[in-house]
């Protein structure tokens, strides 16, 4: 077997608008990507971006109209997705309700027509795997959501696939359930080194969970890496702003100096970190995330990039204090603040209006392509 457990080489799904009579839609625009062995990988973006298409043409339910997919270094071509070696775990579970949870999980070898003794044997082990191994003899109506979401989980591990596909599975969970099984498939997936591919639409999610995140749009992959890159190094205002909060300053590229640019923004000059493409005298854009932005009473020495502002709003969160302030009359910035600070010492706090400085280091903020 090769490196990769899964490849996508240049590949295009068109789908046909004429039985609707309107034009061809271009749901996966181009895509290559290369999911390592063992690896979990998430297919991140908003409804409509191709994520959920990708999947179905890895899964074999859907065809490329022209290029690609292999697993582990064979061509898939037209392989229907029972000959694949793989699985997939959807959102809505699909169990069979008048089935007991045994017989749900061991379906696929009652198919295969494994022998009972090994089939008995192998369920017994797959709901040790998620955890419920008492649970044999139960209906799907007699469990919980996240309980059925296991069951779905090991159905799909019982047949030891390859590849495991995950369409947003943890869709249909309350956000505590959700968060919790979050943490308890990564668990899962690093137990069992199969290679996992999970679809979602939740930031937070994929930076939880994945090794590396492919994050997409209108059917292109716009930027793959691991979940640090993704966030502290962005190279579009799309990624910028799909995972997590980010400040967006428009203006103008002054210099280059190497791996930095000299940035203006409303008589403002600034200090980033550049996105190669970007050139001197473009019309650009600065991203800083709120978080990597401090305010203090007093000026800093430390950076370049050091301004007097206008406190506009303050609101306390509990875990920080977010703060609204102007340092030009077209310049807003978000700051966040930890509250770190013991109960009773002075925080910033005052009334909205007080002047402070706020700063970041050269690195903490990129500069984008418009």
Same mark, same amino acid.
């Given at each position: 077997?090769?490196?990769?457990?899964?490849?996508? +080489?240049?590949?295009?799904?068109?789908?046909?608008?004429?039985?609707?009579?309107?034009?061809?839609?271009?749901?996966?625009?181009?895509?290559?990507?290369?999911?390592?062995?063992?690896?979990?990988?998430?297919?991140?973006?908003?409804?409509?971006?191709? &994520?959920?298409?990708?999947?179905?043409? $890895?899964?074999?339910?859907?065809?490329?109209?022209?290029?690609?997919?292999?697993?582990?270094?064979?061509?898939?071509?037209?392989?229907?997705?029972?000959?694949?070696?793989?699985?997939?775990?959807?959102?809505?579970?699909?169990?069979?309700?008048?089935?007991?949870?045994?017989?749900?999980?061991?379906?696929?070898?009652?198919? &295969?027509?494994?022998?009972?003794?090994?089939?008995? &044997?192998?369920?017994?082990?797959?709901?040790?795997?998620? +955890?419920?191994?008492?649970? +044999?003899? +139960?209906?799907?109506?007699?469990?919980?959501?996240?309980?059925?979401?296991?069951?779905?989980?090991? @159905?799909?591990?019982?047949?030891?696939?390859?590849?495991?596909?995950?369409?947003?599975?943890?869709?249909?969970?309350?956000?505590?359930?959700?968060?919790?099984?979050?943490?308890?498939? &990564?668990?899962?997936?690093?137990?069992?080194?199969?290679?996992?591919?999970?679809?979602?639409?939740?930031?937070?999610?994929?930076?939880?969970?994945?090794? @590396?995140?492919?994050?997409?749009?209108?059917?292109?992959?716009?930027? $793959?890496?691991?979940?640090?890159?993704?966030?502290?190094?962005?190279?579009?205002?799309?990624?910028?702003?799909? $995972?997590?909060? #980010?400040? %967006?300053?428009?203006?103008?590229?002054?210099?280059?100096?190497?791996?930095?640019?000299? %940035?203006?923004?409303?008589?403002?000059? !600034? *200090?980033?970190?550049?996105?190669?493409?970007?050139?001197?005298?473009?019309?650009?854009?600065?991203?800083?995330?709120?978080?990597?932005? @401090?305010?203090?009473?007093?000026?800093?020495?430390? #950076?370049?990039?050091?301004?007097?502002?206008? *406190?506009?709003?303050? *609101?306390?969160?509990?875990?920080?204090?977010?703060? @609204? *302030?102007?340092?030009?009359?077209?310049?807003?910035?978000?700051?966040?603040?930890?509250?770190?600070?013991?109960?009773? !010492?002075?925080?910033?706090?005052?009334?909205?209006?007080?002047?402070?400085?706020?700063?970041?280091?050269?690195?903490?903020?990129?500069?984008?392509?418009?």
């Amino acid at each position: 077997m090769g490196d990769f457990a899964v490849e996508m +080489r240049d590949v295009v799904k068109e789908f046909s608008g004429a039985s609707r009579g309107t034009d061809a839609v271009l749901a996966v625009d181009h895509v290559t990507l290369q999911i390592r062995d063992g690896e979990f990988f998430s297919l991140l973006g908003p409804s409509g971006c191709g &994520k959920t298409t990708s999947l179905r043409m $890895i899964a074999g339910f859907e065809m490329p109209s022209s290029g690609e997919v292999l697993i582990h270094n064979r061509p898939m071509g037209r392989t229907p997705p029972f000959q694949r070696p793989i699985n997939t775990v959807f959102q809505s579970y699909a169990l069979f309700p008048h089935m007991t949870v045994g017989q749900n999980v061991g379906f696929g070898l009652e198919m &295969k027509k494994v022998p009972r003794d090994e089939i008995n &044997k192998r369920v017994g082990e797959a709901l040790e795997l998620v +955890r419920l191994p008492g649970m +044999r003899d +139960r209906t799907p109506k007699q469990l919980s959501g996240g309980q059925q979401q296991r069951i779905a989980l090991a @159905r799909a591990l019982i047949n030891r696939p390859e590849v495991l596909l995950l369409d947003e599975p943890l869709g249909a969970l309350d956000l505590k359930l959700r968060k919790e099984m979050q943490l308890e498939l &990564k668990q899962l997936q690093e137990q069992v080194g199969i290679t996992f591919i999970y679809v979602t639409h939740d930031q937070e999610e994929a930076l939880t969970m994945s090794d @590396r995140i492919a994050v997409m749009e209108r059917g292109k992959a716009l930027q $793959i890496g691991s979940p640090l890159e993704i966030y502290e190094e962005p190279n579009s205002r799309f990624v910028a702003d799909f $995972i997590g909060e #980010t400040n %967006f300053v428009s203006g103008k590229v002054l210099a280059i100096n190497g791996s930095h640019a000299e %940035f203006e923004a409303d008589g403002l000059k !600034m *200090v980033a970190s550049v996105e190669p493409g970007v050139t001197k005298g473009a019309q650009a854009t600065l991203a800083v995330r709120p978080e990597k932005v @401090r305010l203090t009473r007093e000026q800093p020495g430390d #950076t370049p990039n050091a301004y007097p502002v206008e *406190v506009v709003e303050i *609101v306390y969160v509990g875990t920080d204090t977010r703060y @609204r *302030v102007r340092l030009a009359p077209t310049v807003s910035l978000s700051v966040r603040q930890q509250n770190t600070v013991p109960v009773g !010492m002075p925080a910033l706090q005052g009334p909205s209006g007080m002047r402070m400085w706020v700063s970041w280091q050269p690195d903490s903020a990129r500069v984008l392509p418009n």
